[in-house]
């Protein structure tokens, strides 16, 4: 199952979850299929298993349909109580860098207020001049949990996402005593998208093709295979410090090709189109602005 948020096109206040239907013809309205259904993910995810069923039976039922050019996709989870953030995670990422394996997960955050839809433009900061593309792989969180051991880690978890971790490198390494927070976290600077799909719908989510382009030029490939962390060490992890709500965002790190690491450095400018892509799960495509 494929989980979207979105709004009609005019309507940008009417937000309303979808499932998209089997064969690619539009989403299913869960509220226009049964009215007691909640309008945004947070509150859907809140209601556990009687959401799910529901989506599950508006999808075999294939009524309610919005087709595609009549909806607009907004991020698949707005306004989350956590955005988790997983540095350093990828094996061939810490070696571009000539950095160490971490041996226990790099954890960071990005305000809730960053996140932007899959289509939505990247503003570039005013103070910035070094604003970089980071692909990464993103999941939500479905069921509360606090201390959630690995092996029961993925029946917390209720879809899978794209993400790009937009990052400001001279706040993130030069100033604010290199503290990472303010140089993720201006508005704008996590795309996500462009649908939660259920983890039953993966083949593996640890073998999966992950790559950026900027101006339809690849600068980031690799796989999911390459993360330190999986993704059940990571739920496990996080939830020793605090208590997994559902619709937290987790961010689970980058590949090599970043632009701070070339030579010369690269960032982004006005005008740029950036585009994320995992294989089995989708792609987001976000112009600069």
Known sequence: MRLVQFCRHGDASGVRIGVEHAEGQGVIDLKAFDI??????????EMGERG???????LSSGRC????????????????????????????HCLE?????????????KFPSSITGPYDEITLPVNSNEVDWEVEMAFVIGRRG???????ALSHIVGFTVANDVSARDWQMQR?????LLGKTFDTFCPLGPALVSPGMLKDVHKLGIRC??????????????????T?????????????????????????????????????????????QIDEIGSIRNTVV
């Open 97 to 109: 860098q000539n950095a160490p394996i971490p041996e226990e997960p790099v954890i960071f955050s």
């Open 52 to 58: 799910i069923e529901c989506a599950q039976r508006a």
């Open 232 to 276: 059940e060490k990571v739920v496990a992890w996080v939830s020793q410090f605090v208590t997994l709500n559902p619709g937290d965002v987790f961010l689970t790190g980058t590949p090599p090709g970043v632009g701070v690491f070339r030579k010369p450095p690269v960032f982004l400018q006005r005008g740029d189109i950036v585009e994320c």
């Open 213 to 230: 382009l900027v101006n339809g030029a690849v600068v980031q490939e690799s796989n999911t295979d390459q993360m330190i962390f999986k």
């Open 65 to 92: 349909m919005v087709a595609w050019s009549d909806l607009k996709l907004l991020a698949p989870v707005t306004s989350p109580e956590k955005v988790v953030c997983v540095g350093m995670n990828y094996r061939d």
């Open 36 to 45: 007691s259904m909640p309008s945004t993910m947070k509150e859907f995810l």
């Open 176 to 180: 604010n005593g290199k503290q990472w």
């Open 146 to 152: 606090k201390h959630i051991k690995e092996e029961d």
